[in-house]
């Protein structure tokens, strides 16, 4: 009874003997054509682009062009606190001065005032505490900074967004010591070299210009994380030219055969070329699609490199088992027969396998599926087609008898002949044991034992996709790294992006809104009403105070709101302007379309992550 998968095969077949037929025939057409394709793929590394994080809140945050965010931790080089009059001295200078830096750009002087709308008063706070504590002594009892909010002229600040490692006294927790400070500077230009020349300004003033020696600076960004991915990717690139040398060492070893004229080393060091080649349009066609490139993909080069060296073997093999009597159309035609169908099993399943990673959320692990599902079929084309090609072009050589006066290599290996031999007995034997009773039931055992582990290690596997887990330890941007996650435990503030909020003159939707607000505030971890920053209860008090009402214990729900005093709200209050995303026009009319979208942020603690 034959199965339904038969007539398949046999079409299959059919299939793979006619194409090496046909490249037995024409094996330079072949080549060629596949290495023109190649050369096209190459222009798509003009569209190699860098990865991008968290673009649902980019695509909100950038109004004037490009956004980049600088995050800057600066501690006293002592590891004390920075509540001195030296260190707040030098603090203010460098605070001053990053702002002021200016940048170079086709002439044009920039600094971060000209880059920063509207986000310029995102570290006002912070300036306005720093001047205060210059201007006051820390004892004095006339101006009292509070933790984690101080009210300054009647206006409640948030103090906990910048100072860290926080020493406090007495019931109003007043600040007396802090020892770290966290700067956040967000920038907006048209085009992104002139932040970038900001940004290297800044890390020279940190890292390298030592103006500041009470103090230590460090500095982090995606484009910082990118420049240190890439110098990863450039340093692991090497390795795979020695891995390529070493496969190809080996891979011309195991093609000697007895006889001289039936060894294919040229031939095997050309296939494994052939991996190289499948990587390289790989990367230039997916580049073309606009798909960001990691260091992650430098992997996927070496398990192409993998898969295209075992390639190598299967097709050689093919060839060896062929009749010599054919000609060499045929010989490749029943290579490709036989490997071709090999060959398109393992990439099937290394399809299916890697497919399964395109559905994954995490960017990084999607964008590895990708380009190593892409790689598979590649390198499975161009194995399939290329190496049978050069082994038509070079086949006539075994055909040829050859003086063995003209070659300085002996025309039989007897070395190779006793090793093939010792080989096939040892092969043998293992067929005997693995074919034995109890090799199946120690087979069966191990199986069972392999999938248990597999299933206890994924139920219990931490994921962990941090620069700190793929760069250098000794990288700055890993301690930068690790040294903000052990500063932000204290308080680090978690953004949350509302859409559409519906129409707020609806008092049980903006209830719905101050619950959802309320509920981050009381999660676990939270450190409470103290540290949102949001617009919503500001504007309530906004509307109350210019609400004409006679009930002095009236309350912000006690009047119907309106969407037509945003606009000078956000007026008067500029710093709550780039967490809010409105229609002025809509607004005028009182409609919901208003407020199109929002950010508000709170703070937790003691988990960072």
Known sequence: MRLCTAKYEHYMEKFFFNLGLSIGKNPKKYIGVLCIITAISCFGFYDFTSHTESKMFFDFLQQNGTLHMIEVLIRAKDGQSLLRLEHLKQLSALTREIVTNLTDTNGTNLTYSD??????????????????FETTDSNSSS??????????LGRQILVANNLFNITTEGPSNKIVAFNSVVLRYYLTHSTEKPMIAFEDKLVNLHY?????????????????????????????????????????????????????????????????????LSGITTIGMVSATGLAFQSIIVSTLFLVLAIGIDDVFVILAAWHRTDKSLDIPERIAYTVKEAGCSMTVTTITNLVSFGNGVLSTTPVLQTFAIYSSVASVVCYIYQLIIFPAIIAITAPREYQIEDEKKSCLPEEFYIVGKMSAVADVIWKKLAVIVGSSWMRILTISILIGYWYLAAFGVYTMETDL?????????????????????????????????????????????????NLIYDFETATYSFGESSTICWLQPY???????????????????????YKDIPSFLSSQTYFKPMLRINEEKCSANVPECVESFIFTTGFTTVVK
Do not use: W
């Open 115 to 132: 880059m920063c709308e509207p986000y310029c008063e995102k570290n006002s706070a912070f300036y306005t505490i720093l001047n205060i």
């Open 466 to 514: 941090s620069i700190q887990k793929m760069a250098y330890k000794d990288a700055r941007i890993v301690k930068f790294k690790d040294d903000m996650d052990v500063t932000l435990k204290e308080m680090q503030s978690v953004a949350v992006l509302v859409h559409n909020p519906q129409d707020l003159r609806d008092p049980s939707t903006l209830g719905r809104l101050k």
């Open 208 to 276: 390298d210009s030592n103006k500041y020696p009470l103090l230590e600076g460090q500095a982090g960004s995606d484009n910082l994380v990118a420049k240190e991915v890439r110098r990863l990717g450039a340093t692991t690139a090497p390795y795979l030219g020695i891995s390529l040398v070493l496969l190809c060492i080996f891979l011309s070893l195991c093609s000697l055969k007895y006889r001289r004229r039936d060894s294919k080393p040229i031939e095997a060091c050309l296939g494994a070329l052939i991996p190289v």
């Open 143 to 152: 101006i009292e900074i509070t933790y984690p909010t101080t009210e300054i």
């Open 540 to 562: 309530l008090d906004f509307l109350n105070f210019y609400t004409d009402s006679e009930e002095e214990d009236a309350v912000s729900t006690h009047f119907n709101f309106t």
